[in-house]
């Protein structure tokens, strides 16, 4: 049982060059999460799912897409790389009611240049 | 939007002290979840709090909410070196969707 694993770990992206955050969870868990973490702050959601085939924004989505095409996957593409996209990126995968939580991945170092 | 402020966000405490971090929150937010994250590491969960007056304790670490207050503290008791981390408070604005609007964390360093 691997949780949340994502790929790659460290990454450079030059200015306006794009590429996609994998993201699997093998909890079988219906709620999946992006979440970006920039130096000295807390995390802020980029897009959430709550099935295959249902995403929605979060709190700062431009520039990113996501889709769900299955349970266990949820890619994040960034298109057209910015410098304010440097940051640690975080998914999560969570369960549905109320004493579900939140399980986080290992997250990807992204600098864009 | 779920408006979430730590304080301190900044601690550095002698081993064996008592210490609380504080977590205020705007709105309603029936659930508040503890992490704690290592330099360069993912987040780990820590307690859950489901309803007002929850208090949970693992360890050295005690967490309890006040949802009339908005208020979630995480009681460090008789601190030790390996409880250096940061840690963050979320909450959910009650929703069931699981979005979480987190604090900018609490640095702890504790020294011998």
């Known amino acids: 049982n691997a949780g949340v694993t994502q790929t790659p770990k460290f990454r450079i992206l030059k200015i306006g060059q794009s590429m996609t955050l994998q993201c699997t969870q093998d909890?079988?868990?219906?709620?999946m999460y992006w979440y970006r973490q920039d130096p000295g702050m807390g995390l802020k959601l980029i897009y959430y799912?709550?099935?295959?085939?249902?995403?929605d924004k979060g709190e700062v989505p431009n520039g990113y897409n996501v889709s769900r095409s299955t349970t266990e996957d949820f890619p994040l593409r960034l298109e057209l790389a910015a410098p304010s996209q440097t940051s640690v990126y975080f998914c999560?995968?969570?369960?549905?009611?109320?004493?579900?939580?939140?399980?986080f991945g290992p997250g990807t170092r992204l600098t864009v240049l | 939007e779920l408006k979430v402020e730590q304080n301190p966000l900044f601690l550095s405490m002698q081993e064996g002290k008592n210490y609380t971090i504080y977590c205020n929150y705007s709105?309603?937010?029936?659930?508040l979840y503890w992490y704690r994250q290592d330099p360069g590491k993912s987040l780990e969960s820590l307690f859950v709090?489901?309803?007002?007056?929850a208090v949970k304790q693992e360890g050295r670490l005690m967490a309890s909410l006040d949802t009339k207050a908005r208020l979630s503290t995480l009681h460090i008791t008789a601190a030790v070196h390996d409880l250096s981390a940061t840690y963050f408070c979320?909450?959910?604005?009650?929703?069931?969707?699981?979005?979480?609007?987190f604090g900018r964390g609490t640095q702890l360093t504790v020294w011998p």
């Open positions: 999560a995968s969570g369960g549905q009611g109320t004493f579900s939580e939140q399980f």
């Open positions: 909890m079988n868990h219906n709620y």
């Open positions: 799912s709550v099935g295959a085939g249902i995403t």
């Open positions: 709105t309603t937010s029936d659930r």
């Open positions: 709090l489901l309803s007002n007056g």
């Open positions: 979320a909450g959910d604005r009650g929703s069931t969707l699981g979005r979480l609007y």
